[in-house]
């Protein structure tokens, strides 16, 4: 009995998990008579016409292209920054650089909300509203991702580093070709959070993005709710929202597992 309670709680937490996203998917596909759990469950009557409708009704495409862009260019420049900072945390020798390392982690104490109004102002006065890049610099000061950075790579054989310094290779290179490689696992683990983080952000979107054209595909989606869209439509494009998770995430599966499996291992 007592190995059976481990699987048994998983299932239950995994039941509880995922019925949302299948009540989601049904009402969806559901008739517009149907669109009532009871009426949901009768597969017979499946229909594509929401997921038609609401691209039809709604700039579906224009929302999901800002998606796009502000979540891929995010995890690019995030795990750029992130993996340079966390390198300097963990292998430089520098001064203040244990203080300068805990008052920046102290940042995540500090909730978005506080900074959200001086991050708006900043902005504004830069002429960054309805702009893709003040929709993304002001993510890329990411604290965590530095933090899972440097505790990542602080792991990393000393011996390596100073190999590659002994054969005269710069520290740009030293980046490029030692850290960058063996730190894969993590990039794809942070990318895989920071793409889900930014493609379902949705106050920092609908306070920058004030017109139609810059809407993201969350902030789109809840416009559509005071509109003259039904439910089945609404979930049709909630639907569509989730796919590129979900691919994302089967990309990417394998560097999560390997993430796991190495972040124990030491020189």
Known sequence: MTRLRLPVLLVLVAFVTVTPF????LVAFAPPGGRTLPGAFDLTRATWHNFTDVLQSADITRWALNSLVYS????????????????AFAKKRFPGREVLFWSFLATLMVPFQATLIPYYILVSEMGGVDTYWGLIVPTLANSQAVFLMRQFIVQLPDELFEAAK????????????V???????????????VFLWHWNDFLWPLVIGQSEAMRTLTVGLATLEGENVTINQIMAGATITVIP????????QRYLTDSIATSGLKS
């Open 72 to 87: 891929l260019v995010s995890v690019l420049l995030i795990l750029l920054f992130a993996s340079m900072a966390g390198y």
């Open 166 to 177: 002994i054969d005269g290779a710069s520290e740009w290179r030293v980046f490029t070709t």
């Open 22 to 25: 299948v009540i989601m998917v």
């Open 179 to 193: 850290v960058l490689p063996l730190i894969r696992p993590i990039l794809a683990t942070l990318g895989v959070f």
């Open 245 to 252: 998770c979900l691919l994302v995430f089967g990309l990417l």
